[in-house]
């Protein structure tokens, strides 16, 4: 059962526009919801994550937009710089006790072309 | 910088060889991880440890073992290699209580044949 599905499984985009990648959960327990970004030869690393009191965060050029009531969150990547070409993951976890184990989306391969 | 060690990116194993993945993790945190990454499948989760001499079972289990005699160091076992094991394995470490990101190692690349 996958519990966190991530789409698209690619996606390309043009320098200077928006790339979107959505995923959604079945799990209502789940209360941290991070997105990785994966570079070739490297492992993934932390880009910014939202906890499901907010609707929104920002970080610089990323966003994650969040919606409870339809289990969904999405990472928004405004004005897509061709270093930005990586593979991103979402991640969804409960808190409490010892269980952090992050459940991951399957990945989007982002490609910004120059 | 605080770092995820993985003793080897690259390795290549013989079928039905006893093979073991290193991970060292500097940042002295409780919980450490390992996972497998596959076009089209994502990471899944193989163990995990929260405590030295602690681990539970991930999703796909099956095939392996692990280790954590000590704090920083998180072993992964395969105890007789196949080639459906063929993959590239990631560690990963975080601190327990909180949210906080997981660190992750860069990967070995493991070839069975």
């Known amino acids: 059962q996958q519990q966190v599905k991530q789409s698209p499984q690619s996606l390309i985009v043009q320098k200077g526009g928006i790339s979107i990648i959505n995923c959604a959960y079945e799990?209502?327990?789940?209360?941290?919801f991070p997105w990785y970004q994966q570079f070739p030869g490297k492992g993934p690393a932390l880009l910014i994550a939202?906890?499901?009191?907010?609707s929104e965060k920002k970080e610089g050029r990323f966003t994650i937009s969040f919606n409870k009531s339809a289990k969904q969150f999405s990472l928004h990547i405004m004005d897509s710089q061709p270093g930005d070409s990586a593979t991103y993951f979402c991640?969804?976890?409960?808190?409490?006790?010892?269980?952090?184990?992050?459940?991951f989306g399957k990945g989007t391969l982002l490609t910004v072309n120059p | 910088d605080v770092k995820v060690t993985q003793s080897s990116r690259y390795l290549v194993k013989r079928t039905g060889e006893k093979v073991f993945l290193e991970c060292v993790q500097d940042m002295d945190h409780e919980n450490m991880f390992w996972y497998r990454q596959d076009p089209g499948l994502g990471l899944r989760l193989i163990y995990f440890s929260y405590d030295v001499k602690m681990k539970e079972k991930g999703d796909i289990p099956e095939g392996y073992s692990v280790s954590r005699e000590k704090k920083e160091r998180f072993s992964l076992i395969l105890e007789s290699a196949s080639t459906n094991q063929t993959s590239m394995y990631l560690c990963a470490s975080s601190l327990w209580g909180g949210f906080r990101g997981y660190t992750f190692g860069s990967g070995t690349r493991l070839t069975v044949v």
């Open positions: 991640a969804a976890s409960t808190s409490g006790g010892s269980n952090y184990k992050l459940t």
């Open positions: 799990n209502t327990a789940f209360d941290y």
């Open positions: 939202i906890r499901p009191d907010v």
